[in-house]
């Protein structure tokens, strides 16, 4: 019984905690903002030249309104109304507030103007050495296998190729062979692979990764444009893409590829985990609730700002 009642209770934290936490997504029609929920259910009409991501310091959305700065709270009511020429921000638990010659405190519980922030000197960022060129090293350098690293089964199936005949060059998780005059690039070895993949006339191997737990290897063909096999060399994408880019953390492939009605443009494409594709490329937001479960938002900019899309394939924009 003690664990049954556990559980519920686990369960009502969670519900809870992501309750107290953002309801509504950024909604755009053509040039307007609103809010929205994740069923796509309107809360706030687009009516807003901007509305910014969750932000949980204020606890709600930054709205601009002809120029002007105010909050809407998680609950889709306007917080604190459009009086500032910056997105309003807490400072010693109070809002802070620029009208545009000076910062004032605005009371968070009565949103009643309090004093004038008196501004303190601080010492320009560089003036005790501890700028961005402090920092800097032009002595870093990539970090390459080495004979060291390999085994003696990697030695032996790069035996063929040790000899003046053939150039070896390491790289971070692979070898590439090639000629010694430089004029052939033959293939590249992977040693966590035990593996060498070799080169044709048509189509060249670059590099390789994991993604979820499988190897993937990259291609270029004679035209320079990107392709991705398997280790067994069986195609999974065909080389058409001006990059393929497979981000494991988040389970995403990110596609490009020349635009055959505009030379200088390139369409992208994302995949996510449960392989919807999404035209632009999209990166994880945040998570939310829709109907009682997690639901995780992802974002592309347009025109400078976040526009939304969900899990399922929802866009939260249009026009």
């Not at 309003?88 to 605005?106: E, P, Q, R, T």
């Not at 035996?159 to 062979?177: G, V």
């Amino acid at each position: 019984m003690t664990s049954k009642y556990l559980r519920i209770f686990l369960i009502c934290m969670s519900c809870t905690i992501f309750s107290q936490e953002q309801k509504y997504i950024p909604y755009r029609k053509g040039n307007f903002w609103g809010l929205c929920d994740a069923t796509g259910f309107i809360a706030v009409q687009p009516q807003y030249n901007s509305i910014s991501g969750y932000d949980r310091s204020v606890g709600g959305f930054h709205a601009e309104q002809n120029g002007k700065f105010g909050i809407i709270d998680n609950n889709a009511i306007i917080l604190m109304p459009f009086i500032s020429n910056i997105p309003i921000s807490v400072n010693d638990d109070k809002y802070l507030v620029f009208d545009g010659w000076d910062y004032y405190y605005y009371s968070t519980i009565t949103r009643m103007r309090l004093e004038k922030q008196m501004q303190i000197e601080r010492p320009p960022v560089n003036d005790k050495g501890f700028g961005i060129n402090a920092l800097y090293s032009k002595d870093i350098k990539e970090i390459v296998l080495s004979w060291d690293d390999l085994s003696d089964e990697d030695i032996e199936m790069l035996n063929p190729y040790d000899n003046d005949q053939y150039d070896l060059t390491f790289k971070r998780d692979f070898i590439e062979i090639g000629s010694a005059d430089a004029s052939t690039y033959i293939g590249i070895y992977i040693p966590k692979l035990n593996k060498i993949f070799l080169n044709t006339p048509e189509l060249a191997h670059v590099g390789w990764q994991y993604y979820r737990g499988i190897p993937y290897i990259y291609t270029v063909n004679t035209s320079n444009l990107m392709g991705l096999v398997d280790q067994y060399s069986r195609e999974v994408y065909p080389n058409k893409y001006h990059e393929i880019a497979l981000v494991d953390g988040y389970h995403l492939v990110y596609l490009s590829e020349p635009d055959p009605n505009h030379q200088n443009n390139l369409i992208f494409r994302t995949i996510l985990p449960n392989n919807k594709v999404l035209d632009g490329k999209f990166e994880p937001a945040t998570t939310i609730l829709k109907n009682g479960y997690p639901f995780q938002l992802y974002y592309t900019m347009i025109n400078g700002q976040k526009n939304y899309a969900g899990e399922d394939g929802t866009l939260y924009f249009e026009g």
